[in-house]
């Protein structure tokens, strides 16, 4: 089955205690990105990924990092989280740029920074 | 730069009448436009997709949406709902460089008996 897989689906932590969202996608597809969803704010981009090695800022990447060593793999890193990262972190694939494609999305994770 | 409208944050209607949710964008060129739902606990699903063949789109679960650039809008509507359309619904467009799908705010859909 065609999927994009978030792990963990819910973290709770504290301030400060870094922490990673993996995010693996089993279609072959080069394009992966990182959503976080917050409430009245619809989604917004954080990081996205056009191939392997090939990574860049969305609209809302401070605080966060990602890589992309393998092509099915683009894991969410958080080196010092903050209560303002409490939110719905969606990860997205593709076969490619977002014009004609179906953006393929794993279920979530929810994370709360205390 | 792109962005997108939706109006109303909230929309209820009964089992059987008329959906209609509301999307305008803003685009400086040809936009590609996208309707995405998301159920409770769940990611987000492709409902339909305009990419400049038809105006007039259909997507899945009985959705269809239609392209009217006179108006810059993409609004969604189906004849008849169902229970199971209660859900959050998402208009997008992609970003001048493909990059990116920048969307509404996201319009929930309760369904009533």
């Known amino acids: 089955e065609a999927q994009v897989t978030q792990n963990p689906r819910y973290l709770i932590t504290v301030t400060g205690k870094k922490l990673t969202v993996t995010c693996s996608q089993n279609m072959n597809h080069e394009y992966m990105s990182w959503y976080r969803q917050d409430p009245g704010l619809g989604l917004r981009q954080i990081y996205y990924s056009m191939n392997v090695e090939v990574t860049d800022k969305g609209d809302v990447p401070e605080g966060y990092k990602v890589s992309r060593k393998e092509k099915r793999n683009f894991p969410l890193i958080l080196e010092s989280p903050s209560p303002n990262q409490t939110s719905l972190y969606f990860c997205?694939?593709?076969?490619?740029?977002?014009?004609?494609?179906?953006?393929?999305f794993g279920q979530g994770t929810r994370l709360t920074v205390v | 730069a792109q962005s997108v409208t939706q109006l109303g944050s909230h929309v209820s209607v009964s089992e059987g009448a008329l959906v209609l949710l509301r999307c305008n964008y803003s685009s400086s060129v040809p936009p590609y436009l996208f309707w995405y739902v998301q159920y409770p606990n769940q990611g987000l699903q492709l409902l339909l997709k305009?990419?400049?063949?038809?105006?007039l789109v259909k997507g899945i679960n009985g959705f269809e949406a239609e392209f009217k650039k006179s108006e810059t809008s993409f609004h969604l509507t189906k004849p008849s709902a169902h229970m199971s359309d209660a859900a959050e619904y998402f208009c997008?467009?992609?970003?001048?460089?493909?990059?990116?799908?920048?969307f509404g705010k996201g319009t929930t859909l309760s369904v009533s008996s």
């Open positions: 997205a694939s593709s076969s490619g740029r977002q014009m004609n494609t179906e953006a393929f």
């Open positions: 305009y990419t400049s063949a038809a105006t």
């Open positions: 997008a467009v992609s970003d001048q460089a493909g990059t990116a799908l920048i």
